[in-house]
């Protein structure tokens, strides 16, 4: 059963606290993404990676990173250098760049 | 400035009726992308389409390259519809894509 997972589905973090969230598919697909969304606006892009150890920053990558160490996996992590993290986050896989994308179910950032 | 325009932001339609959705763009594109967001959050591709029109079930897609210009058609519209319909395009460096804030659709029973 092929798909790509996104886990927790919510999450609560103290402000000033390191949070990842995690990111798996098993559909084999090169390109892997990382999408904030905020209500009202469209996807933003956060970061991608178009092969294993190999990322690049999207459009708002300041206060976040990524690793990409295995092809299955591509965690996020929000730092406390973000202002505003409280955010809907959508981690998204396609075969290679620009190609159809799958998306996971999201995960829904507070920061209190 | 948006690279993707979607028009009309809210939609509200009865079941039953023909719905149209629009997606204007300002880049050279390659292919154009439909996607679904369910109201729980989930994301997924629709169509995929370079070229004239695509049908699945009851949604169609057309789209023409010279005017920069898609739709999205719901035939026989029903409350599982609901959704938020978004368009995206692949920028020319083909590694992002533009998306358009999207196109909130509910349909009453």
């Known amino acids: 059963d092929g798909g790509i997972t996104q886990s927790p589905k919510y999450l609560f973090r103290k402000e000033g606290q390191n949070v990842t969230l995690s990111c798996e598919q098993n559909l084999n697909h090169d390109a892997m993404y990382w999408y904030r969304q905020d209500p009202g606006q469209g996807l933003r892009l956060i970061y991608y990676s178009q092969i294993v150890n190999d990322f690049q920053k999207g459009d708002i990558a300041e206060g976040y990173s990524v690793s990409r160490e295995k092809k299955e996996s591509f965690p996020l992590t929000v730092t406390s250098a973000q202002k505003n993290p409280t955010a809907f986050y959508l981690c998204a896989s396609s075969l290679s760049l620009a190609d159809t994308q799958y998306f996971g179910p999201g995960t829904r950032l507070t920061v209190l | 400035k948006n690279e993707v325009e979607q028009s009309p932001q809210n939609l509200t339609a009865q079941e039953g009726e023909f719905i149209t959705i629009n997606c204007s763009y300002s880049?050279?594109?390659?292919?154009l992308h439909w996607l679904q967001q369910h109201p729980g959050g989930g994301i997924v591709s629709l169509f995929m389409l370079s070229s004239g029109k695509k049908k699945h079930g009851r949604l169609i897609a057309t789209i023409n390259i010279q005017e920069k210009h898609s739709s999205l058609h719901i035939t026989a519209s029903h409350p599982r519809d609901s959704a938020v319909y978004i368009c995206?395009?692949?920028?020319?460096?083909?590694?992002?894509?533009?998306f358009g804030t999207g196109t909130s659709l509910t349909v009453i029973p």
């Open positions: 880049v050279g594109i390659s292919a």
């Open positions: 995206a395009v692949p920028q020319n460096t083909g590694n992002q894509f533009y």
